[in-house]
């Protein structure tokens, strides 16, 4: 009954209701309330992920019966599925995006950004140079994605080199991926969604065509038909860089318009330092051989180990002269960092908070100065 709780506990935040079942989390296990400026949810999941607790058979279907009761849309992703941890998944604040591809309709959801509008290079000199973009190339079309767009949007379905792509960006754990959505079979076309919900502070993501839920961090399909067929989508990597960077390597890139070319005006900074003070939502123990928000670029090598490069200490590096290799791997600076094999080919990576990173590749290798 504790994971519960804790469920309950993300919808009723305040009063007395918050008070009843704090106490009632209290008796049951036996803990002392922690006092903290967030809220009650967060430090009682992270407790229950620390103990990895248990539930019992019968709790996705009566987590279903909450959460459906909260907002229906989320009743399908509640399918048979095929590997989901529901004990970790929780509310991320908002809805799911349920608008059809191209749909600009108000929602009470994070809205993806459908075939935006782009510019080349000079058309992009809206954007400071010293600002952050997410780097897409496909083909051999780059594209540029500014990071205060995909802050508003945090998924954005688009075609580059002649292939669809779809890209969430996870604000809370720092990791924007790219995967191609044309090449699922019996889909002509994944259109990626966000879902509302989260797990372990890492966004769940969902395909509006099947309604298949999706891992993120993976591209892995977790329920629905596309989870039974145990898809997993191709990746590509996005490299991180600034604005300025970015088209200095890749002169002929693109950027999105200035507005999306959906005539919206992007604040500079839609967060306002929201994860400052580190994770707002649940985490769990992270591993200590980085902080929990270092920056660091992920990569699997051909034989399957997780290999995660800290962004500063590796930047430094590579600016002094000196190398930045581990496991057969080395990074090289190109408008952003890259992994490169022994034979060198480049291979598929993404930047990220360590907590997620070290999350989903436990036993990871860091590299070190």
Known sequence: ????????????????????????????????????????????????????????????????????????????????????????????????DDRPFGDLRPCNCIPALDDPATTDAAGGDWYPDDRFVFGVVVNGEALALPKNQMEVHEMVNLTLGGRDLGIPYCTLCGSAQA????????????????????????????????????????????????????????????????????????????????????????????????????????VGDVDPRLPVQELVVGVIAADGTAVAFPVAAATLALGSGRSVELGGLSVRNEGGLRVYDAEGTELVSHQSYWFAWSQFHPGTLVWTP
């Open 179 to 282: 995967y191609y959505t044309d090449n699922v079979p019996g889909v002509d076309r994944v259109v990626l969604r966000t879902s509302g919900l989260l797990s372990r502070s890492n966004k769940v993501m969902y395909d509006f065509t099947t309604g298949s839920m999706f891992d993120p961090f993976t591209g892995r399909a977790l329920t629905g038909p596309l989870g039974e067929a145990g898809m997993v989508l191709e990746q590509v990597s996005v490299t991180a860089s600034t604005w300025g960077e970015w088209k200095a390597t890749y002169p002929e890139t693109r950027i999105i318009a200035e507005d999306g070319g959906i005539g919206f005006t992007y604040p500079e900074d839609p967060l306002g330092g929201r994860d400052a003070g580190g994770p707002i939502f649940p």
């Open 1 to 96: 009954m504790a994971w519960l709780l804790a469920d309950l506990l993300r919808f009723y935040q305040g009063g007395s209701q918050r008070d009843d079942l704090v106490a009632a989390f209290m008796a049951l296990t036996g803990a002392e309330r922690e006092f903290s400026t967030g809220p009650d949810f967060v430090w009682i999941t992270n407790l229950l992920i620390s103990w990895d607790l248990p539930a019992w058979d019968g709790y996705p279907e009566m987590k279903r019966r909450v959460f459906a009761g909260i907002y229906e849309g989320w009743n399908p992703f509640f399918t048979e599925d095929y590997g989901v941890d529901w004990r970790l998944v929780t509310w991320g604040g908002v809805l799911a």
